[in-house]
């Protein structure tokens, strides 16, 4: 008797680490594959400074914000990806890919729609269209009635710009 006492015994101790393994990889949270940057116009050097004055001077944009990317491979999850953007209504967004065409983190294509999550409850509506050939990143984003522009400034700082209306 006190055998299958045992046995029952460890199949719950194995089951509860599982239980216990699930929640604590399903409770991760998902990186932002992009984040604000602390640098501003004044930090910009030589082709930076090149780049964004010519998007500055073209005067379709309204607001602009610097930002820092990661490598796709790392943040995507359960084909889903999240942004941190605060020139938008609604600064947290989480994607979920529709088309993706990866080749490397050189060179990649993902798009994908905003999807229902509590943490966009004041947005509804959302696409993201990313291109990377050669090293060199843009996108385009549209979230409700906001529409923004990414932009690889060089030496891995990148811009976002809200268009204007």
């Not at 006492?5 to 409770?27: D, E, G, H, P, R």
């Not at 999240?82 to 798009?111: G, H, M, T």
């Amino acid at each position: 008797m006190k055998n299958i006492y045992f046995k029952i015994f460890t199949v719950l101790l194995v089951i509860t680490n599982i239980i216990a393994s699930c929640q604590v990889v399903c409770a991760q949270e998902l990186k932002s594959f992009i984040l604000p940057s602390a640098l501003s116009k004044r930090n910009l050097q030589g082709e930076q400074k090149i780049r964004f004055n010519k998007l500055e001077s073209k005067g379709q944009f309204s607001l602009f914000e610097f930002v820092n990317i990661g490598k796709l491979a790392d943040y995507q999850q359960n084909s889903k990806l999240k942004l941190v953007l605060s020139l938008s209504n609604c600064p947290n967004l989480i994607f979920k890919a529709k088309r993706v065409e990866y080749q490397s983190d050189s060179n990649y294509s993902w798009c994908g729609e905003l999807i229902d999550d509590t943490i966009n409850s004041n947005c509804v509506l959302g696409e993201i269209q990313l291109v990377k050939t050669n090293g060199d990143l843009i996108g385009h984003f549209n979230i409700d009635e906001q529409i923004f522009e990414l932009y690889d400034l060089t030496g891995g700082l990148f811009v976002i710009a809200k268009v204007n209306k």
